[in-house]
């Protein structure tokens, strides 16, 4: 007996460390604050969550409790990458909107979020999707679309994937999660954190820009202040530094449209639409500098096929497509971007301009 209580007393203290290191850090949102408290503050109070980059956060589990927490659908959901992220309510005149942009997103997200909206029987009535050229380039594919891996397997299995049949009824717990209070594996991430004082940490707020990172509670973003009021210049030299390197963001070791990719994209366009959902197809321009050196390198002429290839499915299927990737269009210019690639939100509206516009059908 006594040795029982000698060996609680010597693991007592370690057991104890492990769950308030566990705590204190929370590094993955699972016991001190979870997605879901924080999906409830924006998708029932309607606060802007500040703090979120700097914690690290993951952002398909954010889009997951935000859409169980609202009470009906929207009816305009916005997908795509962060290239679409800092589309707001106010820009398609209705509250009745959510911002599904994902970072580094690629064709398995779009089935993600998809998947997400179909699950909870709330597909939107309208849905804006971003083409990015690089959806279609499996060379710079990631894994980051499996943290929703029950919604892409769902949209797999509607659409005839079939990646995993047995899994009709999507879950994730994006609440707390108990078993990671003494878990070891969460303890050794958690204290690598430590020494740089990170942990997770949000605060909500009712402004609509402060001076760090901004998620708002319809799911659009605004930058930071020092990105808010970046100098041209600058943009203009990552730019140049860029192309010096022959390198354009995921285009990267792509020599043609992946067949797959593309039919996975066209079937979930064709569900959508039988669904009874507006499908609005989305150009993202890219910068004058950076288009007119992706125009003059042969390795590059992809995106070119991919903006043709997109528009020849708008006019077959009868889509609204708006945009291009071309500038030309919305009179972009350098001073309009944040970065080398996002442009800036008071610009946002001029690059959704109509290109094709479906025609109506006769009675």
């Known amino acids: 007996m006594k040795k029982w209580c000698k060996a609680i007393l010597f693991l007592l203290p370690v057991i104890i460390l492990i769950a308030v290191v566990n705590w204190y850090v929370d590094s993955y949102a699972m016991l001190r604050i979870t997605y879901d408290q924080i999906g409830e503050q924006m998708a029932v109070y309607g606060r802007n969550v500040e703090g979120l980059e700097e914690s690290d956060f993951n952002d398909r589990n954010l889009f997951l409790a935000c859409v169980k927490q609202q009470e009906v659908s929207r009816e305009v959901i916005v997908a795509g990458s962060s290239r679409v992220m800092n589309f707001d309510h106010t820009m398609f005149g209705t509250d009745s909107f959510y911002n599904a942009g994902l970072s580094e997103s690629t064709v398995y997200d779009l089935l993600a979020v998809s998947g997400v909206l179909a699950a909870e029987d709330k597909l939107p009535k309208t849905m804006v999707i971003g083409v990015d050229a690089f959806l279609f380039n499996t060379s710079h594919d990631n894994d980051r679309w499996k943290d929703l891996y029950p919604y892409v397997n769902y949209m797999g299995v509607i659409l005839n994937e079939k990646f995993d049949e047995g899994n009709l009824h999507p879950q994730k717990n994006t609440g707390k999660d108990m078993g990671k209070w003494l878990s070891l594996d969460y303890f050794r991430y958690n204290v690598t954190l430590l020494p740089e004082r990170k942990r997770f940490q949000v605060s909500y707020t009712d402004d609509w820009e402060t001076e760090r990172y901004l998620k708002h509670y319809d799911g659009s973003i605004a930058y930071q202040r020092e990105l808010r009021e970046g100098d041209t210049a600058t943009v203009e030299e990552l730019t140049r530094q860029s192309m010096e390197e022959h390198v354009v963001y995921r285009m990267t ?24 959902v507006e499908v609005i197809l989305y150009l993202p321009p890219y910068s004058p500098m950076m288009y007119n050196y992706i125009e003059s390198e042969e390795a590059f002429q992809i995106t070119l096929e991919v903006e043709a290839r997109v528009q020849e499915l708008a006019q077959e299927r009868q889509i609204a497509l708006y945009g291009s990737y071309d500038p030309a269009g919305c009179g972009l210019e350098m001073t309009d971007l944040y970065d080398i690639y996002h442009v800036k939100t008071e610009k946002m509206m001029d690059t959704f301009y109509p290109v094709n516009l479906p025609k109506e059908q006769d009675d």
């Open 253 to 276: 070791d792509y020599q043609e449209i992946d067949y797959g990719h593309w039919k996975q994209f066209e079937r979930l366009v064709t569900w959508l639409q039988a669904q009874g």
